[in-house]
């Protein structure tokens, strides 16, 4: 089982009240309220908190990005891995991931990967995302093109990865008369994608096409098995029975001495009233066209409050009983993650530790009992369910790697 | 006397294109908002008591498929010249409403001396010298309609008691809109050199009180085109003949009969 730390990188030092005041802690909240001095001593104190997770054992760092809001800072994941790359020694490095749809030259995303899995000498897994909603919005780049792009941008960062230039591309969204990036990646065939998700189907699906890992972010334990379901049967169409090594789940975690603590930190996990994203009107999560058009009916009511939100806006207590949020002494988080991972079985993990306004001291020794005590003792216990990781299981990069399908492959 | 009217489709550029139509008389489009349209209006009814009048739905809009290459308001012109064509329609007045006043006129640039005169209503289409053309895409489906009415007692009157299928139809419209008016956002850079050509005598309406597209877009088209005149209606916002269809129908009859 491939284990990672993840934050948020929250923005914690910024005025609370005055986002609870404008109503919204996302896309139009001002920049104004963002402080440059503390942006600096937390970009720093994230760093030192990456390289503590790696010291105390944790298989991967896992990075990601947003935009125009206070509850991420990290606003180029590239950047941050960039930074990793050169910095740390064991960790793989796995982006979850960049959003594809944002960017109008798919060539420099590939040239960026390349470069950063050449510095890390070979520790990249560049994952790749839609973006949600409001990222389009804060990109100017068009909603209801973002599948589209998605999938025609990582077609050409795949044939970059994976056949010799120069070559042209004449694509829907996307036109290059000399695709040549001289930065191509040290892994090979090339480095092992995975994509996270949280409610599209569609992705889903073409993620098992690819035979890519699908990483469920802080789902419901009911809800993962749905998506596995989804995922298997698609697999099963393609030819190749998925196993552990294509499941990833992401939980929030937080670990101290005590429970008490413990209980204190997490709820920081609550900082954005429960909205992972921060504070928003519906309609910049979700802005026409992004969404599948099967949704269109519950959301526009969702919308326009004549619903209530259909992921609900359950508390923290609430949370902490459904195994949504995991919060304790090391001995109890294992007890709870043991039943989380019996329940879903996933060969990679992402523990999201530390968010909001949780204290360096507390973050860091969250992270050495996290990395140092639970990781090891859900790894162990990973191990004798038989949950590899795809390095483990020695899985191939993309369905078109496989020696094993069954039926002649749908996504070739 | 109560107005009939008959609705068909028609297959332009491989999709199956709804219009509507009723009245004798000479032939007026009239090419409907961004928010799409209901099937009847007041101001419909008005203009075919005078007149022949056609109104579709723009291809991705209403009852009208949608072609998925569609990517600019001027493939939407080339399609509505298209089914013109296919009605037959001759010596043509186009009265073109916000969005499809954008549409109307990229129809005129394209083909400056074929249609008798056009009324343009607080079109789209040309980037303000002053202000912004407001955003859809961060404001909620009912509070975008709302923006464009200086009476909310005018938007109640036409909308209320807004149904599910109505604000599912303002999703797929804003979608259409995102798909073909992105970036630049509502406004074509080329469209305002291109309006010099067109002979078409050309009435520019506009509510004072438009808070989607700012007035000073309105001088522009007024000085680009070669004989266009300007008019206000007072206390009257962007969905100019929804809020006044009266105020509205009597200007564009008059005008469409002068010329």
Same mark, same amino acid.
């Given at each position: 089982?491939?284990?990672?730390?993840?934050?948020?990188?929250?923005?914690?030092?910024?005025?609370?009240?005055?986002?609870?005041?404008?109503?919204?802690?996302?896309?139009?909240?001002?920049?104004?309220?963002?402080?440059?001095?503390?942006?600096?001593?937390?970009?720093?104190?994230?760093?030192?908190?990456?390289?503590?997770?790696?010291?105390?054992?944790?298989?991967?760092?896992?990075?990601?990005?947003?935009?125009?809001?206070?509850?991420?800072?990290?606003?180029?994941?590239?950047?941050?891995?960039?930074?990793?790359?050169?910095?740390?020694?064991?960790?793989?490095?796995?982006?979850?991931?960049?959003?594809?749809?944002?960017?109008?030259?798919?060539?420099?995303?590939?040239?960026?990967?390349?470069?950063?899995?050449?510095?890390?000498?070979?520790?990249?897994?560049?994952?790749?995302?839609?973006?949600?909603?409001?990222?389009?919005?804060?990109?100017?780049?068009?909603?209801?093109?973002?599948?589209?792009?998605?999938?025609?941008?990582?077609?050409?960062?795949?044939?970059?990865?994976?056949?010799?230039?120069?070559?042209?591309?004449?694509?829907?969204?996307?036109?290059?008369?000399?695709?040549?990036?001289?930065?191509?990646?040290?892994?090979?065939?090339?480095?092992?994608?995975?994509?996270?998700?949280?409610?599209?189907?569609?992705?889903?699906?073409?993620?098992?096409?690819?035979?890519?890992?699908?990483?469920?972010?802080?789902?419901?334990?009911?809800?993962?098995?749905?998506?596995?379901?989804?995922?298997?049967?698609?697999?099963?169409?393609?030819?190749?029975?998925?196993?552990?090594?294509?499941?990833?789940?992401?939980?929030?975690?937080?670990?101290?001495?005590?429970?008490?603590?413990?209980?204190?930190?997490?709820?920081?996990?609550?900082?954005?009233?429960?909205?992972?994203?921060?504070?928003?009107?519906?309609?910049?999560?979700?802005?026409?066209?992004?969404?599948?058009?099967?949704?269109?009916?519950?959301?526009?009511?969702?919308?326009?409050?004549?619903?209530?939100?259909?992921?609900?806006?359950?508390?923290?207590?609430?949370?902490?009983?459904?195994?949504?949020?995991?919060?304790?002494?090391?001995?109890?988080?294992?007890?709870?993650?043991?039943?989380?991972?019996?329940?879903?079985?996933?060969?990679?993990?992402?523990?999201?530790?530390?968010?909001?306004?949780?204290?360096?001291?507390?973050?860091?020794?969250?992270?050495?009992?996290?990395?140092?005590?639970?990781?090891?003792?859900?790894?162990?216990?990973?191990?004798?369910?038989?949950?590899?990781?795809?390095?483990?299981?020695?899985?191939?990069?993309?369905?078109?790697?496989?020696?094993?399908?069954?039926?002649?492959?749908?996504?070739? | 006397?109560?107005?009939?009217?008959?609705?068909?489709?028609?297959?332009?550029?491989?999709?199956?294109?709804?219009?509507?139509?009723?009245?004798?008389?000479?032939?007026?489009?009239?090419?409907?908002?961004?928010?799409?349209?209901?099937?009847?209006?007041?101001?419909?009814?008005?203009?075919?008591?005078?007149?022949?009048?056609?109104?579709?739905?723009?291809?991705?809009?209403?009852?009208?498929?949608?072609?998925?290459?569609?990517?600019?308001?001027?493939?939407?012109?080339?399609?509505?010249?298209?089914?013109?064509?296919?009605?037959?329609?001759?010596?043509?007045?186009?009265?073109?409403?916000?969005?499809?006043?954008?549409?109307?006129?990229?129809?005129?640039?394209?083909?400056?001396? /074929?249609?008798?005169?056009?009324?343009?209503?607080?079109?789209?289409?040309?980037?303000?010298?002053?202000?912004?053309?407001?955003?859809?895409?961060?404001?909620?489906?009912?509070?975008?309609?709302?923006?464009?009415?200086?009476?909310?007692?005018?938007?109640?009157?036409?909308?209320?008691?807004?149904?599910?299928?109505?604000?599912?139809?303002?999703?797929?419209?804003?979608?259409?809109?995102?798909?073909?008016?992105?970036?630049?956002?509502?406004?074509?850079? /080329?469209?305002?050199?291109?309006?010099?050509?067109?002979?078409?005598?050309?009435?520019?309406?506009?509510?004072?009180?438009?808070?989607?597209?700012?007035?000073?877009?309105?001088?522009?088209?007024?000085?680009?085109?070669?004989?266009?005149?300007?008019?206000?209606?007072?206390?009257?916002?962007?969905?100019?003949?929804?809020?006044?269809?009266?105020?509205?129908?009597?200007?564009? /009859?008059?005008?469409?009969?002068?010329?």
């Amino acid at each position: 089982m491939h284990m990672m730390y993840f934050t948020e990188q929250p923005m914690s030092a910024y005025d609370a009240k005055a986002g609870l005041a404008y109503g919204a802690t996302a896309l139009t909240f001002s920049n104004s309220h963002f402080d440059p001095n503390e942006g600096s001593r937390l970009y720093n104190e994230y760093l030192e908190d990456y390289l503590l997770a790696e010291e105390y054992g944790a298989d991967g760092i896992m990075l990601n990005e947003h935009h125009n809001a206070p509850f991420c800072m990290q606003a180029k994941t590239n950047i941050f891995a960039s930074i990793l790359a050169a910095t740390t020694r064991r960790v793989k490095i796995v982006i979850l991931g960049n959003p594809l749809p944002l960017c109008d030259n798919p060539i420099r995303m590939a040239e960026e990967l390349a470069m950063i899995d050449m510095i890390s000498k070979g520790r990249l897994v560049p994952g790749f995302v839609r973006g949600g909603g409001q990222e389009q919005l804060a990109s100017g780049v068009n909603p209801a093109f973002n599948r589209e792009r998605f999938i025609e941008a990582h077609d050409l960062v795949q044939k970059i990865w994976s056949e010799p230039g120069p070559f042209r591309w004449e694509g829907t969204h996307y036109q290059h008369r000399v695709v040549n990036p001289w930065a191509v990646p040290m892994q090979k065939p090339y480095p092992r994608v995975w994509v996270p998700g949280v409610l599209s189907k569609e992705t889903i699906t073409w993620t098992a096409q690819q035979r890519y890992p699908y990483i469920a972010l802080n789902t419901s334990i009911d809800h993962t098995k749905e998506i596995w379901k989804q995922y298997s049967d698609t697999a099963a169409d393609c030819g190749y029975t998925a196993g552990p090594e294509n499941f990833g789940y992401l939980i929030r975690v937080h670990v101290q001495d005590t429970e008490e603590k413990a209980l204190k930190n997490a709820r920081e996990f609550m900082w954005m009233q429960g909205e992972f994203t921060g504070l928003a009107h519906p309609v910049w999560a979700n802005p026409s066209g992004y969404f599948s058009p099967s949704g269109r009916r519950g959301f526009v009511q969702f919308a326009t409050g004549r619903s209530a939100n259909p992921r609900g806006n359950p508390s923290f207590e609430e949370q902490i009983a459904s195994t949504m949020i995991v919060a304790g002494t090391p001995d109890q988080v294992i007890e709870k993650l043991k039943y989380i991972v019996q329940n879903t079985r996933p060969g990679i993990m992402g523990i999201w530790a530390n968010d909001g306004n949780v204290s360096r001291e507390d973050r860091q020794r969250c992270i050495k009992l996290l990395c140092g005590e639970v990781m090891p003792a859900i790894k162990e216990y990973g191990k004798s369910l038989g949950l590899n990781d795809p390095w483990e299981a020695n899985a191939p990069v993309h369905l078109r790697y496989s020696t094993d399908l069954k039926t002649r492959a749908a996504a070739e | 006397m109560s107005i009939v009217w008959t609705d068909t489709v028609n297959e332009i550029a491989g999709c199956k294109i709804h219009v509507s139509r009723a009245g004798t008389g000479p032939t007026v489009l009239v090419l409907h908002h961004d928010i799409g349209t209901p099937d009847r209006l007041p101001f419909y009814d008005a203009l075919a008591a005078q007149f022949d009048v056609i109104v579709p739905h723009h291809p991705g809009w209403g009852k009208s498929e949608r072609p998925q290459w569609l990517r600019h308001p001027r493939d939407i012109a080339a399609m509505t010249a298209w089914l013109l064509t296919e009605l037959g329609a001759r010596d043509v007045s186009i009265v073109g409403l916000g969005f499809g006043g954008w549409i109307a006129a990229e129809m005129a640039s394209q083909s400056p001396s /074929t249609f008798r005169s056009l009324v343009l209503v607080a079109p789209m289409g040309i980037k303000p010298p002053e202000g912004d053309i407001a955003d859809q895409a961060i404001v909620s489906y009912i509070d975008y309609p709302r923006s464009g009415f200086h009476d909310q007692a005018a938007f109640e009157a036409v909308f209320g008691g807004i149904s599910v299928d109505q604000l599912e139809q303002w999703d797929i419209c804003r979608e259409m809109s995102f798909r073909t008016a992105w970036k630049p956002y509502m406004y074509s850079q /080329t469209l305002p050199h291109l309006l010099g050509g067109v002979r078409s005598p050309t009435l520019v309406i506009w509510g004072d009180d438009d808070r989607i597209v700012p007035i000073s877009a309105g001088h522009v088209y007024t000085r680009s085109l070669w004989n266009a005149t300007m008019t206000t209606i007072a206390a009257c916002g962007h969905f100019a003949e929804m809020e006044k269809p009266a105020e509205v129908a009597r200007r564009v /009859t008059h005008f469409v009969n002068a010329s």
